[in-house]
């Protein structure tokens, strides 16, 4: 069983923090609402949970950036990060905490981890001579490049030699074997520490960095001298951390390392790292062998995800995106429509691509026809046939056992961080609803007990699926909760109790609104 599972227990959940080069795009955005979801989802459970996302403000690729728009890097810095402040608003994110690595909470955590991994002897002084892609922050051996340029960005990587501190990663070949072995697709206790942790999933990435160990690795330089916009190393301030180095301690800062230790012991066990493939080596890889460096345990747990492609590449700012912005697409579908829509349309893990068309098949298929029209379809009847009170469910209805499955698979699918399975489950449940009523009929029948069971179960099912699709709509659950005629608010219930049958009263005024979603139709 996995520490999510039990209720009322602590549940950390992260988004890489984003450079500040770029504006917020849908990839960015894709990244968060996963994160947004399942930070949902754990607040449904009962957990105590603490949702962090944040900006990546040093390094060259900023500095850079800053003096061609003519500005000082903090100011860059500073209204990048506010602009992906204000989307996370826009997009409805519940996050509890937003780090800027610029920050001094930061710098003092940054240094008093890489303190200790130097202190513990695993970073000494040498000379390095490299391949280094700015957009990436990172060197490249020569195998990597191709054609000599970049393998992600494919352009020329810039020759570097500098005095830098290295950190000895060669040191934890044994160590990251062990920890990225130890750890099965199952959640399985394998590793005997009794704490049945996954380290990366899906598997395939977990695979894909134990390839990377196995292949041999070798130190990383983890200072530099010839920029300045960085957190200056502590024992030898020429220097400053280059860039990963800062931004990976950022999950450690904002849970309250180098500043309050009770706070981090109690958070720390607790950590999800949501992040896409990209950077897969520096979250699966270093990362923790940084924490072993310093004596933390590597507890967190990553759940890595693909690419947004569009055209088959990978959608960013150089890559055509700025055509389609976040804003452009709430403006067409509304919030909760382009939240659906990013978490149901592409599965977490693989790469997937975006289309506009495919938005708008979510948003009409599943919100309007489905979702929607249920809700509308039941309180017209409601209003027919039962004198607009809606009546409890019937205790041994079908639909019962077909609410009991889809939870099942639902809250499955969420622990494992598979928001598209888990909304998958939970809008078959809505059509076999809307099958139901299609082959009942009960707008051709009397009022009556019949016809209030029928209502009953129907509205049961609303109220059940509104809980379960919450961490994707937020908004518009809590309007079809309202029109049911419930108290409270739906992000005030508590799973996996509120998913039981029978939790619709009866003797509530249901009433007809406005379609929740009205069917849209692409302007010519
Ligand atoms: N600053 C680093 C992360 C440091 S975390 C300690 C960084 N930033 S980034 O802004 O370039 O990317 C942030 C995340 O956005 C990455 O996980 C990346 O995979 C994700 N995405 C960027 N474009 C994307 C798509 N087109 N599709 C899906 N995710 C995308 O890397």
Redesign the pocket.
């Known amino acids: 069983m996995s520490s999510t599972e039990i209720p009322g227990s602590k549940f950390v959940i992260t988004t890489?923090?984003?450079?500040v080069n770029?504006v917020p795009h849908v990839?960015?955005a894709?990244?968060t609402l996963n994160a947004d979801a399942v930070a949902r989802w754990h607040r449904l459970l009962g957990d105590d949970v603490f949702f962090l996302t944040g900006t990546?403000e040093h390094g060259l690729k900023i500095q850079r950036a800053a003096e061609d728009g003519g500005l000082e890097p903090l100011e860059h810095a500073t209204r990048t990060s506010e602009r992906f402040a204000s989307t996370w608003k826009m997009l409805n994110i519940s996050n509890d905490d937003f780090i800027r690595t610029t920050e001094p909470r930061h710098h003092q955590a940054v240094q008093a981890l890489l303190q200790k991994a130097y202190d513990n002897g695993y970073i000494y002084a040498d000379t390095y001579e490299g391949d280094y892609c700015v957009p990436c922050e990172a060197y490249y051996v020569e195998d990597d490049l191709v054609d000599g340029n970049c393998p992600i960005h494919k352009r020329p990587v810039e020759h570097m030699v500098e005095d830098n501190y290295f950190f000895k990663l060669s040191a934890f070949t044994d160590q990251l074997t062990a920890w990225l072995e130890g750890s099965d697709a199952e959640g399985g206790d394998t590793d005997g520490s009794g704490s049945g942790r996954n380290s990366i999933r899906p598997t395939g990435y977990r695979n894909e960095a134990l390839g990377i160990v196995r292949q041999g690795l070798d130190d990383v330089s983890i200072t530099r001298t010839s920029i300045s916009w960085g957190v200056p190393v502590p024992w030898d301030t020429d220097h400053v951390f280059y860039v990963w180095y800062d931004?990976?301690i950022?999950y450690a800062t904002a849970l309250g390392f180098g500043a309050d230790e009770e706070r981090f012991d109690e958070w720390w066990p607790a950590v999800h790292h949501i992040?896409?493939?990209?950077?897969l080596r520096f979250h699966g890889v270093y990362w923790p062998a940084m924490l072993m460096a310093a004596g933390i345990e590597p507890l967190p747990e990553l759940h890595v995800?693909g690419?947004?492609l569009l055209g088959g590449e990978?959608?960013?700012k150089t890559g055509g995106l700025t055509a389609i912005t976040p804003e452009e697409l709430v403006g067409d579908f509304g919030v909760d429509g382009f939240r659906y829509a990013m978490l149901r349309n592409h599965s977490f893990g693989p790469d997937s691509d975006f289309s506009y068309e495919g938005i708008v098949e979510a948003f009409n298929t599943d919100l309007a026809n489905t979702y929607g029209n249920l809700v509308s379809r039941v309180a017209t009847v409601v209003g027919k046939k039962c004198g607009g009170v809606g009546p409890a469910p019937a205790a041994d209805a079908s639909l019962s056992a077909a609410a009991a499955t889809a939870y099942a698979e639902a809250a499955t699918a969420w622990d494992s961080v598979q928001p598209s399975a888990a909304l998958d489950a939970t809008w078959r449940l809505l059509r076999e609803t809307n099958e139901y009523l299609a082959e009942m009929e009960p707008w051709k029948m009397d009022p009556g007990p019949e016809v209030d069971a029928v209502m009953g179960n129907a509205l049961e099912v609303i109220r059940i699926a509104s809980i379960m699709a919450s961490p994707a709509i937020p908004e518009a659950v809590e309007v079809a909760w309202k029109r049911i005629g419930l108290d409270g608010l739906v992000s005030e219930q508590r799973l996996p109790a509120a998913a039981g049958w029978g939790g619709y009263p009866g003797g509530l005024d249901v009433a007809i609104g406005d379609p929740m979603f009205p069917r849209f139709k692409p302007s010519a």
């Open positions: 890489p923090i984003y450079y770029d990839g960015h894709y990244a990546d931004a990976l950022n992040l896409g493939k990209d950077i995800h690419f947004l990978k959608m960013s």
